[in-house]
């Protein structure tokens, strides 16, 4: 798979913010956004699982896509 030095430069510096994150040397809050509000709803146990089949089927239509 090719992919461009700028998606390269990106997802550095992303793992850097996380490292930060969980480290606890994170930057002001100003620097990072909030997508989610981070709530659970009670009895989900694994959140992401929804949006993992989501891409998952997105990834297999793809491939068909491509005769595989």
Not at 31 to 59: C, H, M, N, Y
Request: no cysteine; proline share 4%; glycine share 8%.
């Amino acid at each position: 798979m090719l992919v461009g030095e700028d998606y390269l430069s990106g997802l550095e510096v992303a793992a850097k913010k996380l490292r930060d994150i969980e480290s606890g040397n994170a930057r002001p809050a100003s620097d990072f956004k909030l997508i989610r509000s981070g709530r659970i709803a009670k009895g989900v146990t694994d959140p992401p699982a929804d949006v993992r089949a989501e891409q998952l089927l997105l990834w297999e239509k793809k491939l068909a896509s491509f005769g595989k």
